[in-house]
C-alpha cells in the first residue's frame, strides 16, 4: 500500500485529508478545528506551487481579504488565472494557521504553468471555457467544461431541491463538535464524494486526473520530508483520487508532455461581487456577505445580522426600530422550525426582514442584497507582493492623488481647473486609453462647461490583469499611454478614428504622442475624399480645440487641419448631398447637425482663416435648402438651421415651408421628409411649432390635405418625427390644433391668432428668471451688472455674454 492509500491519520497514517468546500465557512471553522486537534508537521493547499514564495504575505499587516492570486503569462500577459481566497475560505484560514504556528505550507496543484499553456491549446481547438462548480477547479479564467456538481448531487440525495440550503443545513449551522471530533466531518463529506465518484468518474472534466496525480506526487514527497505528518485542504471532490491506489510511476506519466508556459504570480485585490456566482466565477458562492458574517460572528449570528440589515436601512433614511429587529429575528425563528430546519438560513433571515423591515417591497430588500448579502469588499495587498511596474506606478499615482480603488460603484466629479482634480482627469483617460477602464465618463449634474467632467468609478479585479496586459507599452502610465496611442494611430482603421484618438490623447494630456497622430491624421484627410468621413472627423477635432483653453495643452496643429477639413466639407458638401436614398440622406442629416455645431465652435477658434467661416457655412445651407436634387430631409434641416442660427427670418422660414408643402408637384413623401428634417430629430420642432402659428397652420394644412391613397405612405415618417417630441408639447400641440387658430379659450394677442402665447417678448417676466440664471451659471450681482450694467436689458445681455 502506497503512502497516499493509508487512511487519514497525522503521524505515521498517511496524510490528513481535509476535503472543504472553497469559500465555505463551515469547512474553515472545522479545518482550523482540525489542524488545532491534530498539529500537523506540514500543511498542503490546493493552489499553484509557483505561488509557494508567495505565502509569507497572508500575515502580511496590509494583508485584507478577500484577495487573489494571479497567474498570467509572461509573454501574454492577458491569458490569466485566478484563484481567489476570502476571510472564511479553507485554504486562507489553513495558510494562516500555518503560518502562525511556525508550519511550512506549500500550495500542491497542477502549476500555473501547465494550466495557463492548456487552456491556450484548448482554446485554439475551440475547446470549453469558463470555470468548474464548486468543490472543483478554483481557478477564475484558465478555461473548463460543463462538470458535476457534487453539492447539488447531495442534497438531491438527501431530499433537498436547493444545494445551498442543505449546505447550511448540514454544514454551517454546525458546530465544530466537542473535543476529539474535529475530523468527523471530513470523514462523512469524504464518503459522500467517494461514493459520487464511483458512478461518476471525473465528473466529465479529463483535467482532474492530471491535477490530481500531480497532487498525489507532492504529498508523497511532503511524507518523506515530514516524517510528523502532513495535512492536506483540498476541494472534497479530489479526496477520493487522492486517497485512492496509484503507483508514482502512472502518476507521472499522466504529466507526461504537458504544454507549458513562462509564468509570473502575484497576489492582487478581490471582491465580494467576484466571489459570487452572479459574477461568472464558477466556483463562487451566492452570498459572500452572508456567509463572511456567519464565520466572523461569536455568537447569535440572526440577532447580529438583523442589527447590520437595520443600521443599512437607517443610512438609507428608513424607518426602522430596535422592535423591528426583534421581530425579525422571531419570525426568522419561527420560519425555520416551520420548515425544519435546525437554524434560520439566509433564506428565512431574507423572508424576515422583507415581511418586518421592508413592508413586502422587494425594492429595499434589493439594497440589503447587493450591500451586506453580496456587498461591496474590495480586498488589499501589501505595497511588498510583487507587481510589473506599471501597476506601482499607478498605485503610487492612486495614492498621490487621493484616489482609492472601490469595489462599490461611485460618481466623481472634477473641476478640471484645480490641479488635483486636472490631473485625475489626466490618469483616468490615459487609463482607459490603455483599456484599463477603472472610470467611465458621465454627464456632469453641475454644468456642461469644458471645465467640469463626471466620472463613474469602479475597481474590477479583471483590471489588474488589463494593467499587466498594457505594461508592455512602458513602466509609467504616461509612457504606456503614449506608446499605446501611436501604436493605435498607426493601426487606425479610418479619419474618425484618427480624430477620435487625438481628441483623447489631449483629454489624457499626451504631449508626446500627438507629434505621430497628427502626421497620421494630416495624411490621412489628404488622402479621403468622402464627405461623409470628413463630417465624422471634424467634431472630435473641434471639440479637441476647446480642451486646450482649458487642459492648457497645445492645440494649433489641430486647428490648422480642423481648418482644412471644414474648407473641404464646405466644398463638398453639396454635390455630396444630391441624389441620395432615404437612408443615405438620414445619415447625411446627421452629418450635416454634427459640421452646424463644429463650424458654431470652429467660428470662435483662434486660428487665422476662420473669421467668415460661418457666413460660408450658411451660404453653403442656402444652397441646400433650395436645391431639387437634395433630399427633403436634408433640405428641410438647411431651413432650420439657418432658422435657429438668425440667418434666416421666421417669414422666410415659413415662406420656405409654403412653397414645399403647396407645391402640386411635391411627392408627400418628399414633404413629409421635409417635415422631419425641418422639426424632427428632437431638435426642439415641437416647442417651435407650439410658438410659432403660422408654421403650426402650414404642418396643419398640408397634412389635412394629403390624399388618402397617400396617407399611409407618410404615416410612418410623421410618427417618427413627431414621437419624438416630449410628451408636453405633444400635448400642447394637440390641444392647440383642435382648438384651432383665434379659437376662444385663451387670451389672443394682435399679431397672433394662437390661444395664450403674445406676439413679442414679455420682459417683466424675463427679469424674473435673472436671479435663477445667475445661479445656474455661477455668477453673483456684482459680476453680473460688471458685465451688463444695471438695466434689465443690459443684465440680461451680460448673461448671454457671460454664457458665451
Not at 471553522?29 to 506540514?42: D, F, K, N, Q, S
Not at 468609478?457 to 494593467?467: D, K, Y
Amino acid at each position: 500500500m502506497s503512502d497516499v492509500d493509508r487512511p487519514g491519520g497525522v503521524r505515521g497514517t498517511g496524510p490528513l485529508l481535509l476535503g472543504v468546500r472553497h469559500h465555505g465557512p463551515g469547512s474553515a471553522r472545522a479545518v482550523r478545528a482540525a489542524l488545532e486537534e491534530t498539529r500537523p508537521e506540514a500543511v498542503l493547499v490546493e493552489g499553484p506551487p509557483e505561488a509557494n514564495d508567495l505565502i509569507p504575505l497572508a500575515v502580511h499587516e496590509d494583508m485584507r481579504p478577500p484577495v487573489a492570486l494571479l497567474a498570467h503569462a509572461v509573454d501574454e500577459p492577458g491569458r490569466s488565472a485566478f484563484w481567489p481566497l476570502a476571510g472564511f475560505s479553507p485554504e486562507w484560514v489553513a495558510i494562516r494557521w500555518a503560518l502562525e504556528h511556525g508550519v511550512p505550507a506549500r500550495f500542491i496543484d497542477l502549476p500555473a504553468a501547465h494550466s495557463l499553456a492548456r487552456s491556450e491549446v484548448e482554446e485554439a481547438e475551440g475547446g470549453p471555457e469558463g470555470r468548474e462548480t464548486a468543490d472543483g477547479e478554483r481557478a477564475a479564467g484558465a478555461g473548463a467544461g460543463v462538470r458535476t456538481d457534487p453539492l447539488g448531487a447531495l442534497a438531491e440525495a438527501a431530499g433537498y431541491d436547493d444545494a445551498e440550503r442543505w449546505w447550511e443545513d448540514v454544514v454551517e449551522h454546525r458546530g465544530v463538535g466537542e473535543e476529539g471530533e474535529a475530523l468527523a466531518p471530513f470523514t462523512a463529506l469524504e464518503e459522500a464524494m467517494t461514493a459520487l465518484r464511483e458512478e461518476d468518474g471525473s465528473g466529465g472534466h479529463d483535467r482532474d486526473p492530471v491535477r490530481e496525480a500531480y497532487m498525489r506526487l507532492q504529498i508523497r514527497a511532503a511524507q518523506r520530508e515530514f516524517e510528523g505528518g502532513v495535512a492536506v485542504v483540498c476541494g472534497a471532490w479530489h479526496v477520493p483520487a487522492l486517497r485512492r491506489r496509484t503507483t508514482v510511476t502512472a502518476d507521472r506519466a499522466l504529466l507526461k508532455g504537458l504544454p507549458k508556459v513562462r509564468a509570473d504570480m502575484t497576489w492582487v485585490p478581490w471582491t465580494n461581487r467576484r466571489l459570487s456566482r452572479f459574477s461568472g466565477y464558477g466556483a463562487g458562492i451566492i452570498s459572500p456577505g452572508w456567509y463572511g458574517h456567519l464565520f466572523g460572528a461569536v455568537d447569535r449570528p440572526v440577532e447580529r445580522w438583523m442589527t447590520k440589515v437595520a443600521g443599512l436601512l437607517r443610512a438609507e433614511d428608513r424607518m426602522v426600530s430596535s422592535a423591528h429587529v426583534i421581530e425579525a429575528v422571531r419570525l426568522a425563528d419561527a420560519l425555520a422550525a416551520m420548515r425544519g430546519r435546525p437554524l434560520p438560513g439566509l433564506g428565512e433571515t431574507t423572508d424576515a426582514v422583507r415581511a418586518v423591515m421592508c413592508e413586502g417591497s422587494d425594492v429595499p430588500l434589493a439594497l440589503v442584497h447587493d450591500r451586506l448579502v453580496v456587498g461591496d469588499v474590495l480586498g488589499e495587498v501589501p505595497a511588498a507582493a510583487p507587481a510589473v511596474p506599471l501597476q506601482r506606478d499607478l498605485t503610487r499615482t492612486q495614492r498621490r492623488l487621493r484616489l482609492k480603488p472601490e469595489a462599490a460603484e461611485r460618481e466623481l466629479e472634477l473641476d478640471l481647473r484645480k490641479g488635483t482634480d486636472g490631473e485625475r482627469s489626466r490618469l483616468l483617460h490615459r487609463l482607459r486609453l490603455l483599456a484599463v477602464n477603472w472610470g467611465e465618463p458621465v454627464a456632469s449634474y453641475g454644468s456642461t462647461g469644458t471645465f467640469r467632467e463626471a466620472w463613474r468609478l469602479r475597481w474590477e479585479p479583471e483590471l489588474s490583469v488589463r494593467v499587466a496586459e498594457a505594461g508592455i507599452w512602458g513602466t509609467t502610465v504616461r509612457a504606456a499611454a503614449t506608446a499605446r496611442a501611436e501604436a493605435d494611430a498607426e493601426a487606425a482603421q479610418g479619419l474618425a478614428d484618427v480624430t477620435g484618438l487625438a481628441e483623447r490623447c489631449l483629454l489624457a494630456e499626451l504631449p508626446d504622442a500627438l507629434p505621430t497622430v497628427m502626421r497620421i491624421l494630416a495624411d490621412r484627410a489628404a488622402l479621403d475624399s468622402d464627405v461623409g468621413h470628413l463630417a465624422q472627423a471634424l467634431p472630435a477635432l473641434v471639440r479637441s480645440l476647446r480642451y486646450g483653453d482649458v487642459r492648457g495643452t497645445g492645440s494649433g496643429a489641430l486647428a490648422k487641419v480642423a481648418a482644412g477639413l471644414a474648407e473641404r466639407i464646405l466644398v463638398g458638401l453639396p454635390s455630396a448631398c444630391a441624389g441620395l436614398d432615404a437612408d443615405a440622406a438620414d445619415e447625411m442629416r446627421g452629418h450635416l447637425d454634427a459640421v452646424h455645431g463644429a463650424v458654431g465652435l470652429l467660428g470662435d477658434a483662434p486660428a487665422p482663416g476662420h473669421g467668415d467661416l460661418r457666413a460660408r457655412w450658411a451660404s453653403v445651407l442656402r444652397t441646400l435648402a433650395t436645391r431639387d436634387t437634395v433630399p427633403g430631409v436634408i433640405r428641410g434641416r438647411s431651413i432650420r438651421l439657418l432658422l435657429d442660427d438668425g440667418e434666416l427670418a421666421h417669414d422666410e422660414a415659413a415662406r420656405q415651408m409654403g412653397l414645399v408643402l403647396s407645391s402640386p408637384g411635391t411627392a408627400p413623401a418628399d414633404a413629409a421628409a421635409w417635415i422631419e428634417g425641418f422639426v424632427g430629430g428632437g431638435s426642439g420642432g415641437g416647442l417651435l411649432l407650439v410658438h410659432d402659428e403660422r408654421l403650426r397652420g402650414l404642418v396643419d394644412a398640408w397634412l389635412t390635405g394629403v390624399p388618402a391613397e397617400a396617407f399611409t405612405d407618410v404615416l410612418p415618417l410623421l410618427r417618427r418625427t413627431f414621437s419624438a417630441y416630449e410628451s408636453g408639447a405633444r400635448r400642447t400641440l394637440g390641444e392647440l390644433v383642435r382648438r384651432g387658430p383665434g379659437a376662444p379659450g385663451g387670451p389672443a394677442t394682435a399679431g397672433c391668432g394662437a390661444p395664450g402665447f403674445a406676439a413679442g417678448l414679455d420682459t417683466a417676466r424675463a427679469d424674473a428668471v435673472l436671479p435663477v440664471v445667475r445661479l445656474l451659471l455661477g455668477l453673483d450681482e456684482d459680476r453680473a451688472a460688471a458685465r451688463g450694467g444695471e438695466g434689465g436689458g443690459d443684465a440680461r445681455a451680460g448673461l448671454v455674454d457671460a454664457a458665451r
